[in-house]
């Protein structure tokens, strides 16, 4: 590893110089940090004279905060067209055979006058695809209204874009639309991908305004930005990728999941998982060249699919695409997020980086293991052991008890954040648990089987305690995030089939059971007036606890009553927007003070409003579903024959032991 003196060739940032000010030579340094432009501080680096094959290139921690690489002036996925020349036909010569970046082959065309790798190229027959698909962006005032939203607000569930970079991108995309030049394609269907998840989670003000404005309700809307966004990704070629194509499929799989399209997202979750090891995200190949903050984002990037794969393998039982046992990947350090004048204020990502961080540990101390069905008894104490212990060393802002939030009012996004870890962590404690909670007492798996038993009823019931708190907090705004249905789903079916098993009644904290099973059926009721993963679970669920003469007692004429989120945990409203005097305005200020991006774009003149009390039946989606006339059209029969609307595709039922039992 090259030595921190010999690695900068220069005693400060680029920004630092250009501005004459003492620089801290760490990435970011002081200045840059504080102006909160740390995706501008650049080092350049010396040349090694004996360059080794980029498979075994210095490796970059977040401890190694000294080494730094030279910034080719580009931003967050920026397009450049291809290079022609000889470098260009080289790395070309390379392509048509597949090699992957950090290949041996890699090397072969560098040369000591500065051969690099281009990440971004658009084909030029991308450009007329772009003009078929622009007639679906809005006006810049409504278009702005879905960055913005998403920027402030939908953005910090996953952290996906930088908002410094993007909004540089975004100002310099319009104002390339009104000056008649070449659009990129590759941004053309990020932008596309972000309304159209935008548009999922809109507040009833913002809803109401954007349907009156555009004359289609929202819906209409989604479906239009998502249909543009694939006619323009499809035009694409898997050989000539780039960050921004990674993006804009990770946030095709998010829309897809938030469209009850589960095995849909899954599939679109592969292809994206390609398109980032096509660029070398996986082992962090090909990075010479590439500055700390775009090393930063490829790492962010893999993280986020690392943990999406790994939930999805462990939750719905479906193969990993992502080989989970090489943890040899790289984790985000985070330091593009930290603050100058707030030391102890987290990033915005720091929830994802830790599921990240958990999901190593359980495949680390999992090994060989392919299931939870393959662990021995001990192999499950030292996981549950393992959890404990990632709990008690959660940040005092993501406690899980008497968790700091002196923080909330300023930055609300560790609310929502909060209620998400807390979720994921007690959903993964009971997963190792499940296979003990749907069999019959003399169907023993280890000689620790009633104790398993016991830690399950009590982590299911700790898991619908964390899931109401994320159900009060985004119902019904954001009833479409797929965790506040399946915390909910998952884990009262488990607990119905539990029952089921209890032949001789000796099933621990029976009633508190079978009271948590019937709160769920009240929260899934709610939420099948908002999504079709929530009807559909809803209708699953009720016939199950209706198949059960002891889970049904009280259930067959109950009409369940809405309830309203508590005006504690109601939903995060957008920060005040930034206003301009015109488009021409945001443009022109944006692009003469460029070191300075502002944290959102121009928007509509007007000012966010407080969020109006929920209306007590809300139709997010113009999507209603009608329960008793669903269970009228499908009456109980057998569970194998369920219509689940699609869900029996992406959860695994027979995992419930249900075979022998007369539905």
């Not at 269907?189 to 009156?212: D, G």
């Not at 021995?376 to 709990?391: C, R």
Request: aromatic share 8%; with cysteine; glycine share 4%.
């Amino acid at each position: 590893m090259q030595t921190q003196k010999d690695s900068r060739a220069t005693t400060s940032c680029t920004e630092c110089q250009r501005r004459k000010q003492k620089c801290s030579r760490e990435w970011p340094c002081n200045h840059c940090q504080a102006r909160k432009v740390a995706h501008l501080c650049q080092f350049a680096v010396k040349k090694p004279q004996h360059e080794s094959p980029i498979d075994s290139a210095r490796e970059v921690s977040g401890e190694s905060r000294g080494q730094k690489r030279c910034h080719p002036n580009s931003f967050e996925g920026a397009s450049t067209l291809p290079q022609n020349g000889e470098a260009g036909q080289s790395e070309d010569g390379l392509k048509v055979w597949g090699y992957m970046p950090g290949h041996v082959h890699w090397k072969v065309g560098a040369t000591d006058d500065g051969f690099q790798r281009k990440q971004t190229a658009s084909e030029p027959t991308g450009v007329d695809i772009v003009e078929r698909v622009l007639h679906a962006v809005p006006p810049r005032s409504i278009t702005d209204a879905f960055v913005n939203h998403f920027l402030g607000v939908v953005n910090y569930r996953y952290s996906t874009i930088y908002a410094p970079t993007f909004t540089n991108q975004y100002v310099q995309w319009w104002a390339d639309r009104a000056a008649s030049k070449q659009l990129s394609p590759e941004f053309t269907c990020l932008l596309l991908r972000i309304c159209a998840y935008s548009v999922q989670y809109l507040t009833p003000s913002l809803r109401k305004m954007i349907e009156f404005e555009l004359a289609c309700n929202l819906q209409q809307l989604t479906d239009r930005f998502s249909n543009a966004a694939e006619q323009l990704s499809q035009s694409f070629t898997a050989s000539n990728t780039c960050i921004e194509r990674v993006q804009e499929q990770f946030l095709k799989g998010a829309w897809l999941k938030s469209e009850s399209k589960i095995v849909e997202s899954w599939h679109a979750l592969g292809c994206t998982i390609r398109e980032a090891q096509e660029l070398g995200i996986d082992r962090d190949a090909n990075i010479e060249g590439l500055s700390e903050f775009d090393i930063e984002i490829r790492r962010r990037i893999w993280a986020l699919l690392y943990i999406w794969d790994w939930q999805m393998g462990a939750w719905l039982g479906r193969p990993n695409l992502i080989d989970q046992k090489n943890l040899n990947f790289k984790l985000p350090n985070l330091r593009l997020d930290q603050s100058s004048s707030e030391p102890n204020l987290l990033s915005p990502f720091a929830h994802m980086a830790l599921q990240a961080s958990l999901g190593r540990r359980l495949n680390t101390i999992m090994g060989d293991a392919q299931s939870v069905d393959d662990l021995s008894a001990d192999e499950i104490v030292t996981i549950e052991a393992e959890l404990d212990k990632f709990v008690d060393e959660l940040p005092t802002i993501f406690r899980l008890h008497d968790p700091d939030t002196s923080l909330d009012a300023e930055h609300p996004y560790f609310v929502f954040q909060r209620h998400q870890l807390h979720t994921v962590v007690y959903v993964t404690k009971l997963d190792f648990l499940k296979p003990f909670l749907t069999r019959a007492r003399d169907d023993k798996k280890t000689d620790r089987d009633d104790e398993f038993l016991a830690m399950g009823i009590d982590l299911a019931l700790d898991v619908l305690k964390v899931a109401r708190r994320l159900f009060d907090h985004e119902f019904p705004i954001n009833a479409k995030f797929h965790m506040v249905v399946f915390s909910i789903f998952d884990t009262s079916t488990i607990l119905c089939s539990a029952i089921i098993h209890d032949h001789e009644g000796r099933l621990p904290r029976r009633d508190e059971v079978t009271n948590a099973i019937d709160g769920s059926l009240d929260m899934l009721h709610q939420l099948s007036l908002t999504t079709k993963l929530g009807a559909s679970s809803y209708a699953f669920l009720y016939k199950l606890v209706q198949s059960h003469p002891e889970l049904s007692r009280g259930t067959e004429n109950r009409k369940r009553a809405r309830k309203q989120p508590s005006t504690s945990t109601r939903t995060l409203e957008p920060p005040p927007l930034v206003h301009h005097a015109s488009s021409r305005d945001s443009i022109t200020s944006s692009v003469d003070h460029p070191t300075q991006p502002p944290a959102m774009v121009s928007a509509l003149p007007q000012t966010y409003v407080p969020v109006e009390p929920a209306p007590s039946m809300p139709i997010l989606n113009n999507f209603s579903f009608d329960v008793d006339q669903f269970l009228a059209q499908n009456p109980l029969g057998n569970a194998a024959a369920l219509d689940m609307g699609g869900m029996e595709q992406i959860w695994d039922w027979e995992d419930l032991n249900l075979d022998q039992f007369p539905c």
